[in-house]
Each structure stands twice: as structure tokens, then as C-alpha cells.
């Protein structure tokens, strides 16, 4: 069975910073597209940001310029580093991993809140 265990959530002010790790142990973390999603409550998941095994990223248009991902072949980690975060940003955030070579092979952390308020 296929772990994802996030860490790195917790209450930020406004403005202030915050960086989200994900390790995904006993697997070839190369081979993996991986992403940060978020559900805010009483909304759907969205995507965040994705990187993929070629190290390609993407964002949604709410958070460029702000946030940045990345990952770490070698530590089976992806990290989402988030900036001038905003009480929108307020969520849960889940790490996934999609193998770019087995379709269908795809797994999801079990999230880590973040809150940002003053």
C-alpha cells in the first residue's frame, strides 16, 4: 500500500509563509507526476500545483506568483512552498501521486490543515 505523508500545515498570519512537505516512502518517486490539491469547507477539492517526473510545473491562477513547487527525487518528497498566503488560501491540503507510466496507479496523502489568520 502506497503511503503519502504530509507535513508542514499549521496557523499563519496573513502575508506570512509556510512550506508543505510530502514523502512518498517504497516507491520510484521518478516515475510519479505529483500535486498539491486543497478543499476549503463547503467547496470541492481544487488543484494547486503540479510538477511532473520531468520537473514541468503548474499552478492555478490564483496562487502564482506565490507559491512554488518542487521535489526531490533522491528524499521521495515534494514540497509546495506557499508566500504571502491569505485567509483564502485557508484549507486542507492533500498531496498526490500519479505514476506517468500505469495509468490509473494513483494515490492521495490523507491532508494537512493549513489556516491563515489573524
Known sequence: QVQLVESGGGLVQPGG???LSCVVPGIIFSIYD????????????ELVATITRAGRTNYTFTVKGRFSISRDNAKNTVYLLMNNLKAEDTAVYYCN????IFAGRTYWGQGTQVTVSS
Open 97 to 100: 501521486a500519479k505514476n506517468a
Open 34 to 45: 505529483m500535486g498539491w490539491y486543497r478543499q476549503a469547507p463547503g467547496k470541492q477539492r
Open 17 to 19: 509563509s509556510l512550506r
